[in-house]
């Protein structure tokens, strides 16, 4: 069966949808993921999605759902490189997603992750801090 | 045996169009600077030649008869093109009617019965007057080509998006927005972000003249597209009367970031993105 893959990168998990979604792929990446992040601990999510170019309502509730869900499980998502008619789409649904984080691109999604995985352990950080 | 109406037409085809032209250059209302008189002329010629040449027995008596069609061909043809020159729909109206006060005095001078007269006048008023409709519905269709394509240019033209900075954009909205417009500026803004990889965008509504629910709503929505790219909206421009009504109908703005003006929201996207405006001068104290 297809399968979007779920890549790992130090405590972020990298996931680029490559492919228009279907429903049954959406909810088998769901499922991954949630088991993922509890399997590697980790704390934040990435989801590119510059290749989906059709979106619909159920779709844009399973990543509002995974990003709720990957919240309860202390990792923070953030939705990368969305097309803009994928965007006009989803708010004339009524799926403004606003519990989850967006950015332009992956390189600013990544950055945008760091600063909240940051500002979320401010212990650990703070060493960091100091000798900057 | 062919209608006597007929007969005299095929006969006075000169005198009638001499009659028509006398009325239409006797009229005040003549447009020379829009149509020259031999054009008038020319215009007037075609469409009686037409005319007579479709005029049958068995069409006379009725004006929806489909021979008439290439005579509505024809005025159409010549209503839009006048709609097009800016003609009044008076001048439109005239040129249509006064055919008919030309064939009625040919009629008048070559009936001497008067019960023959009045059945055959009868029945030119009647296809006259039906020419005379389809002639304004299509004068007004080119009229409404006209307006169309305005809207349009308008709509074109009043939704720039501008590189106010690396990494801004600006979209100052002049005029109301409706659904269709919000749609081009969403379109255009949301394009223009992805082009330029900006992450704040700001939305200066000081030419919008009035913000009424639906709006306010479209507002909220560009600005909600906006950030599921991945960018800031900034809502600027906002003048005290739109704060008001914004507040007495009781509209949520709570989650779009609002400043009072262009500058302001400048100002804070400087701030997103960490930058700083310093004065020239007083840089160079500090680095003395």
Known sequence: M???????MGNLLLVTIQVDLYDRLAETLESDLVQ??????ARGVLIDISAVSIIDSFMGRI???IATMSKILDAETVVVGMQPAVAITLVELGLPLNGVLTALNVEKGMELLKKKIAEEEPEEEEDHGDTE | MKNEAIKIFQKKKKAVLENWMKFQLADEGLREDLMSNEDLRSQSEELLDAFIDNLSDENIDDPANSAFEAIVDILSGISI???KQGFSPRETGIFVFSLKD???NVLQQEIKDPQELYVQSLKIIKIIDSFGISTFETFIKGREEVILRQTDEISEISTPV???WDGILALPIIGTLDSARTQIVMENLLQEIVESGSSIAILDISGVPAVDSLVAQHLIKTVSATRLMGAECIISGIRPE???TVVHLGIDLSQVVTKASLASALKTAFGLLQLQVVKKQKQQQITE
């Not at chain 1, 297809?2 to 790992?8: D, G, H, S, Y």
């Open chain 1, 36 to 41: 993922m992040i509890k399997k590697t601990g």
């Open chain 1, 2 to 8: 297809e399968k979007i893959p779920i890549l790992r």
């Open chain 2, 242 to 244: 739109i704060a008001q």
């Open chain 2, 81 to 83: 093109s006048r709609a």
């Open chain 2, 102 to 104: 030309a064939l009625l």
């Open chain 1, 63 to 65: 990543i509002g759902n």
């Open chain 2, 162 to 164: 501008i590189r106010v």
